[in-house]
């Protein structure tokens, strides 16, 4: 029940003996003397795991010893790899879309004939001039016959010898035949003062001569702007052929109108044969 007197602090309960509840604060002093012995083994043993997690590197060290051995391992490896291993090769790369050997002249002309690598052929009587030269690049070897179309312009035609660039591997005869006509087309020293120059119907087929397995390539160059009479183009004409001495070439450059020349050029191409000694 309630006295009535005001409340003065804490009130124990009396026993039998009229004195304060010894019990209950016995009670009290158990539990307070628990919360210290907890707060003092906690706190040990939060010290302890995280000394052992490395820390702020107190005590031994062992954490940091540890991360910088890694780290040092790594580094290692990486400076021995990058030390030993080989450098990687560097394949070679072509010069340049048209690359041109030095002619050299190594072929005799056999009585009557233009001979040049693998291939011969029966030069047309109009083309009664001789060239130990050639527009064609890739090409050595060769022997070129012309015949005069108006002031220094000529029609040519010629055979020679295929020499791909050292280092570079060759393509086979149909991307042979197709380059030699790519790099005439943009050869720009050779077609004089015309200009606006474009390509027209090139076409490129398989071809089998004298059982010689090769790729011909044909075209015709218009030039936009010339001092001509006779002619406003000029037909090219690339056969590549697989000969016992190698890939050969013959070619023929024969402006378009003057038919006598493309008569001739026509003759040229089907007396086109292997060597004949």
């Known amino acids: 029940m309630s006295t009535g007197s005001p409340y003065t602090g804490p009130q124990y309960a009396q026993g039998p003996d009229g004195r304060g509840g010894r019990s209950n604060a016995l009670l009290i002093g158990g539990i307070a003397f628990a ?3 907890l707060l003092i083994v906690g706190g040990t043993v939060a010290f302890l795991v995280f000394r052992s997690s490395g820390g702020n590197g107190a005590g031994n060290g062992t954490g940091s010893t540890t991360v910088s051995d890694s780290a040092s391992a790594t580094t290692t490896e990486e400076t021995a790899s990058a030390t030993t291993t080989p450098p990687e090769t560097t394949p070679i790369e072509e010069e340049r879309h048209c690359w041109s050997p030095v002619n050299e002249r190594t072929s005799e002309n056999p009585s009557g004939r233009l001979r040049g690598g693998g291939l011969e052929i029966t030069p047309p009587a109009i083309f009664d001039t001789r060239a130990n030269t050639t527009y064609l690049h890739f090409t050595t070897d060769a022997q070129t ?17 295929l020499q791909w660039q050292p280092g570079v591997e060759y393509p086979g005869e149909k991307a042979a035949a197709e380059r030699l006509v790519s790099c005439l087309y943009g050869n720009a020293s050779i077609w004089g003062d015309t200009s606006q120059r474009t390509l027209h119907d090139q076409v490129t087929e398989a071809v089998t001569i004298q059982g010689m397995p090769g790729y011909r390539s044909t075209a015709v160059l218009k030039f936009g702007k010339h001092n001509f009479t006779k002619t406003d183009s000029t037909r090219i004409d690339v056969v590549v052929l697989d000969t016992p001495e190698g890939p050969s070439v013959y070619s023929s450059e024969i402006s378009i109108g003057v038919t006598e020349h493309e008569d001739a050029a026509a003759q040229a191409y089907e007396s086109i044969t292997g060597l004949t000694d």
């Open 35 to 37: 919360l210290v012995f």
């Open 145 to 161: 016959a012309m015949a005069p179309v108006e002031g220094s312009w000529v029609s040519s035609i010629g055979v020679g010898k």
